[in-house]
């Protein structure tokens, strides 16, 4: 039991304190055997919660990193509010990025640097702060530019500290003192994050009822600068911008029906795309951008159909044939050779995989209602949306749940009550957004990939089917 | 012209004025006799001058074309222009250097005339008058009202009202797209409706509950459609008169959250189009 409690965190701790309840209650000679049963069941999900922080490079050692204010350059009166907005940005990216360890700020010391020459490497390499890196630096107002220095500091080599130096110049507005603190954690995420680009800088597109009309929103990852992107008055759905982020496809009922809408984001306008006819629903790029596979009611029956990007007809290929609606495709992020998808074709939705071409269906949930698959960065697994136990006296609660393709084995991420649906990956793979109603109404979320650190992110209106840029 | 007229007539007097002056009596005689030539000259020339005036257009100096033939003249004109449903109205119709008088909806006429006409709707009589001399036409409109108060056998003006009465959604079960038994004679009562006004053209929504995902729901929503119209071809309605649209739970009749309501949104919903 010791050696599971050591190595769990988060959800698998739930676990491992119902087994250590079973253990106690059943410390009995006589029915030893039912302790190694206990045993065994408590392991399965320990390793379980392994695999996912391997597999998500959210790995058990943290970087011990210590992030003091930045300071002021000069003695600019815009100085102050700027470095408010940038010092909050940078802590917030750096503690949301799921591979540090944040020294608090209370074990700082006295002094801290706002350069090079000020770093007094002992007072931070040492206990209390104890930290394995710094991050610092300064901020300065000229006129209208803001100009911002940073470096990022290993303290316990004193010979040759320096990771990390950046210098960034731009206007001196909130906005880019935060866009600047993207850049500088990106930076920093990069360097101790095993080459894995950071997400600070990247976007989130999701449906608000806001305005009184489904609409496609966008805002930064951490919630912030929200704003309407359709403006289309109808019901706009499942919003899905391609991998390098000019265009954004989604479903929204038009005249005839619903159709495959085209959003670019370089003309802020919509573009035309062909109209297919029947019911056209949850477009999902492939991760070379050249490819849409979404599903479609034109034949007759829901299936999942993919099209060249531009919606060439003579493209357009029926990938399934099963009757029973088909809908929600999501590529191998990482191949592009395989989609996940929902399907109703035996009843109660479940999640099956196929081959890029259709063949070699595999069905990977086996009861309740499974719904809204996301495919992994690294394509090692699928996050999606469970009933695990639907019917009558069935508590019926949705979660989100993360699967290992190649094994099956799933780990429950959510417990906190509410419908909770459309998961999908950041582009680091170390985060997953959803939506979830645990607060009322349905929200956007966002949580480490191993359930942890779970953060709403929208207030205003109804937010839902949350979608992450690929950078 | 005139100037060289009158230049003339001077010349004339001066002559005459000079013969009177060699025989004085008969000169005086004559001198009375030339006085009274000089008024009627004055009138005469007076005369010639309105005449040239007048004739100026008519016959121009020179050579006239020979005259085209007349244009037809027509017009037409329908007493009253506005009647309600089943009244006549009175079509009055002039033309003239017209051979060939048609009406539209009507054929030959004579070149003139009137005629009773009642046009079912609302209608623009076209009236075309050939001649040598070209074409003309003529249109008058006649506006045809319904009836304010609508008699109670009128299938035209309260088929949608009979579409609702007589055609009942049909409902799902949880999760299902498939008719289920107790549907069935609503199917049946729907199609039998539907048989009898093959013109009737509609939409069947396909509706959730709030339950499910809003994708699997939309594309769930799609099949109970046309599972619906499925069943009302199968029964011998016209499929080309019924268009499918699924709203999933986008557009639920009933907002909470029970078993009831949610039995409320999982149908197929059946809506007329004009």
């Not at chain 2, 048609?102 to 003139?112: H, N």
Request: net charge neutral; aromatic share 10%.
């Amino acid at each position: 039991m010791s050696f599971c409690d050591l190595r769990l965190g988060g959800g698998g701790n739930r676990l491992v304190m119902s087994s250590m309840v079973m253990c106690r209650s059943r410390f009995h000679p006589a029915k030893f055997f039912v302790l190694i049963l206990t045993l065994l069941i408590a392991v399965l999900p320990c390793f379980a919660q392994d695999w996912i922080r391997t597999g998500t490079g959210l790995g058990v050692e943290k970087v011990r990193l210590a992030v003091p204010d930045f300071k002021p350059a000069n003695q600019d009166p815009k100085d102050a509010e700027l470095l408010k907005t940038f010092n909050d940005t940078l802590w917030n990216d750096l503690e949301n990025a799921g591979i540090f360890d944040m020294v608090s700020k209370s074990f700082f010391p006295v002094q801290t640097p706002g350069n090079p020459a000020d770093v007094r490497f002992g007072e931070w390499s040492s206990p209390p702060p104890n930290a394995a890196m710094l991050a610092f630096g300064n901020l300065g107002v000229t006129g209208n530019n803001m100009t911002v220095q940073g470096w990022l500091y290993d303290v316990k080599n004193v010979t040759s500290p320096q990771v990390l130096g950046k210098q960034y110049t731009d206007a001196a507005t909130p906005e880019a003192a935060r866009i600047t603190a993207h850049k500088f954690a990106d930076e920093i995420i990069f360097r101790l994050g095993g080459g894995i680009p950071g997400i600070a800088e990247s976007q989130i597109y999701f449906v608000s009822s806001r305005t009184g009309h489904k609409e496609i929103w966008a805002m930064d990852y951490d919630g912030n600068n929200q704003h309407a992107v359709t403006k289309l008055g109808s019901i706009s759905l499942s919003p899905r911008i391609s991998p390098d982020g000019s265009r954004l496809a989604f479903s929204s009922l038009a005249r005839g029906g619903w159709e495959i809408l085209m959003y670019s984001t370089d003309l802020n306008r919509t573009v035309s795309f062909p109209r297919f006819g029947g019911t056209n629903l949850s477009p999902a790029w492939s991760p070379d951008g050249t490819k849409l596979a979404f599903s479609s009611s034109r034949g007759g029956d829901p299936e999942i159909y993919v099209v060249d990007a531009g919606g060439t007809s003579s493209s357009l290929k029926r990938l399934t044939t099963s009757k029973g609606p088909d809908v929600s495709p999501t590529w191998n992020r990482k191949t592009g050779a395989q989609i996940a998808f929902v399907s109703g074709r035996t009843g109660l939705p479940q999640i099956y995989t196929m081959e890029a071409d259709g063949t070699n269906v595999q069905r990977m949930t086996d009861e309740g209602y499974a719904v809204s698959p996301s495919w992994s960065p690294n394509g090692q697994f699928l996050v999606f949306s469970w009933i695990r136990h639907y019917g009558p006296g069935a508590p019926g609660a949705q979660d989100i749940y993360i699967m290992d393709i190649a094994s099956k084995q799933w780990v429950q991420l959510t417990h906190d009550g509410g419908r909770n649906d459309f998961p999908y990956w950041s582009p680091d793979g170390r985060h997953i957004i959803f939506q979830s109603s645990r607060t009322g109404g349905d929200q956007i979320w966002t949580m480490l990939a191993d359930g942890t650190n779970q953060k709403q992110l929208t207030t205003a209106g109804s937010n839902t089917q949350p979608n992450w840029s690929f950078k | 012209m005139f100037a060289f007229l009158i230049n003339q007539g001077s010349r004339r007097r001066n002559l005459a004025a000079r013969r009177g002056g060699a025989r004085s009596y008969v000169g005086r005689e004559k001198v009375k006799q030339h006085k009274l030539k000089w008024v009627v000259l004055i009138f005469a020339l007076g005369a010639v001058m309105m005449l040239g005036a007048c004739k100026k257009k008519v016959a121009p100096p020179p050579p006239p074309p020979p005259p085209p033939p007349a244009a037809p003249t027509a017009s037409l004109t329908a007493s009253p222009d506005t009647i309600q449903k089943g009244q006549s109205t009175t079509l009055t119709w002039q033309t003239s250097n017209a051979t060939d008088v048609t009406i539209d909806g009507i054929g030959a006429v004579q070149a003139s005339g009137s005629q009773q006409a009642t046009p079912a709707d609302s209608t623009t009589y076209h009236l075309t008058a050939k001649g040598p001399g070209g074409t003309q036409e003529a249109t008058a409109r006649v506006t045809v009202t319904s009836p304010p108060p609508p008699p109670p056998p009128q299938p035209s003006a309260t088929e949608e009202e009979l579409f609702s009465q007589n055609v009942k959604d049909i409902y799902f079960d949880y999760d299902k797209s498939d008719i289920r038994g107790d549907q069935q004679s609503s199917v049946q009562g729907d199609a039998a409706f539907l048989k009898q006004h093959p013109n009737i053209n509609f939409t069947v929504e396909g509706h959730c509950d709030e339950r499910g995902s809003t994708e699997y729901n939309l594309a769930l929503g799609d099949s109970r459609a046309s599972a619906v119209k499925n069943a009302l071809v199968q029964a011998g309605v016209n499929g080309t008169n019924i268009k499918t649209i699924s709203y999933g739970k986008e557009k639920p009749f009933c907002t909470e959250h029970t078993e009831d309501c949610w039995q409320q949104n999982r149908r197929g919903h059946f809506v007329y189009q004009k």
